[in-house]
């Protein structure tokens, strides 16, 4: 309950952040929301002697479109992203995402960038990152560095950020208006935390065939992942009702299943595998033909 | 800290805050590790706002930051420096009960009462952002406040009995 002495920090600046990050190393800690991190100090499974805030400056929140991609600032907040226009007209995804996440008071503080940091296995925006390929923008005293999801999440709480590194930005690709989405979500009932959660963009031909397929899947593995498998099943082939339960069969392929005292492995397996076909099948729907 | 002799002889760092809550502005020196919570109940007395569980899950400890509906467990009073705190005792205005507390209070929307004070502050960050919400929205706000009494219907009954009320003071008012 009680978390472990450290000293605060608020920089004013990203540069003074980066000294107090290469001055301190391992010993030292950004937050963000501190919806991950402080739970985690309060049971004392993390101990970091110094914290650096960083969730008052400006420039790391946000949402914009720059040379063609969505851009999010990794200190925006989960309710942010909920309440985002200009996010509701080109990846109306993260909205739905986002209005998901925990609680409303947790929205109001947790961040895109802590959460992508934390990597907790049941957290929900990996899914997205994940099915959207977004890339992480990284700085550090050395520079900039720019991570791809599919070499981000590299197992349980563990992402490819360095310890002297600061997550700044998130960039996504925006998807065609007649690309149909969906996050759907079987929440853990007291923590909120995603049992299985799939996030899943289908585009689709004007003889109705699958043109495109992303799904990207939390709280199911050691971290989220893309049903590549799926995908492949789905592209190319008639938008049915059979064709979509047929490829949901292979949703958990490939993934270390993981499950625990509330969910043996092979209902999480089975849960996976429901709720791939349904979330295909609301993004199906959603979607709209490519005029030829 | 000296490992072999564990009893700590430093004295801790501490850091000035300054945080207005309810109105009043409060300066403390205090350690870093002091979560708001702790901070608002033991160092300000203000002991309305409860502590439920470890895991920030249970929503007892909601309070109202810079306006947003949050969980004064999983915050360091550092982070509220400079900033604006409501908690339950602050909604009662010259001795009138807060339409919500009113409605609570008509509705039996409490029995021990405990996750009462964060519900309540939840209700308004709800009242706030939908006048009209319908019983689903309400359930599906209270997401971050557990009740082991209730069973949650009177709960959503008071906050929807609340709304009401509320717009008809807005009408009152000429609003």
């Known amino acids: 309950m009680y978390p472990g002495s450290f000293e605060y920090h608020v920089p004013a600046s990203m540069q003074e952040a980066l000294e107090l990050m290469q001055a301190y190393g391992d010993d030292a800690k950004v937050m963000s929301g501190g919806h991950s991190l402080i739970p985690l100090m309060k049971m004392r499974l993390s101990q970091p002697a110094h914290l650096i805030d960083m969730s008052r400056m400006p420039e790391l929140k946000g949402i914009r479109i720059a040379e063609g991609r969505i851009e999010i600032g990794a200190f925006t907040t989960h309710r942010q992203v909920e309440t985002s226009e200009l996010l509701r007209e080109r990846l109306p995804l993260l909205n739905e995402l986002a209005a998901v996440i925990a609680d409303p008071q947790v929205r109001n503080r947790g961040t895109i960038g802590g959460s992508v940091c934390h990597a907790d296995p049941g957290a929900d925006f990996p899914a997205a990152m994940m099915a959207l390929d977004a890339e992480m923008l990284c700085v550090s005293k050395a520079g900039l560095r720019t991570v791809k999801a599919s070499e981000w999440f590299l197992g349980i709480m563990e992402s490819a950020l360095a310890p002297d590194e600061i997550l700044t930005t998130i960039r996504l690709p925006m998807q065609g208006t007649d690309v149909g989405h969906a996050y759907l979500k079987l929440p853990h009932q007291a923590s909120r935390f995603s049992v299985v959660g799939v996030a899943a963009l289908i585009g689709r031909d004007p003889d109705d065939t699958c043109a495109s397929a992303r799904i990207g899947i939390t709280g199911v593995g050691t971290t989220a992942f893309r049903a590549r498998q799926v995908e492949a099943m789905l592209v190319g082939k008639p938008l049915t009702e059979e064709a979509i339960l047929a490829a949901s069969r292979f949703a958990a392929e490939g993934c270390n299943v993981q499950g625990d005292l509330a969910t043996p492995i092979e209902q999480k397996a089975e849960l996976c595998r429901v709720m791939v076909g349904r979330a295909i099948a609301q993004a199906a729907m959603r979607s709209t033909k490519t005029s030829s | ?175």
Not at chain 2, 50 to 58: F, N
């Open chain 2, 1 to 175: 800290m000296n490992i072999q002799n564990p009893i700590i002889s430093d004295k801790p760092k501490t850091r000035a805050v300054e945080v207005t809550v309810n109105g009043q502005k409060f300066s403390r020196d205090i350690e870093p590790r002091t979560l708001l919570v702790h901070f608002i109940r033991d160092h300000l007395g203000l002991t309305g706002t409860h502590v439920g569980c470890d895991t920030s899950q249970c929503g007892a400890c909601t309070i109202s930051l810079n306006g947003a509906a949050v969980k004064s467990c999983t915050i360091f009073a550092v982070q509220a420096d400079g900033a604006d705190v409501t908690t339950i005792e602050g909604l009662a205005e010259d001795g009138r009960l807060h339409p919500l507390q009113e409605s609570f209070w008509e509705n039996h929307g409490l029995q021990c009462g405990f996750c009462t004070p964060g519900m309540i502050m939840a209700s308004r960050q709800i009242l706030d952002r939908y006048p009209d919400p319908t019983e689903e929205q309400v359930r599906h706000q209270l997401d971050g406040n557990l009740c082991r009494c209730t069973g949650y219907y009177n709960i959503v009954k008071a906050v929807m009995a609340a709304a009401k009320l509320m717009s008809q003071n807005r009408q009152g008012d000429g609003q």
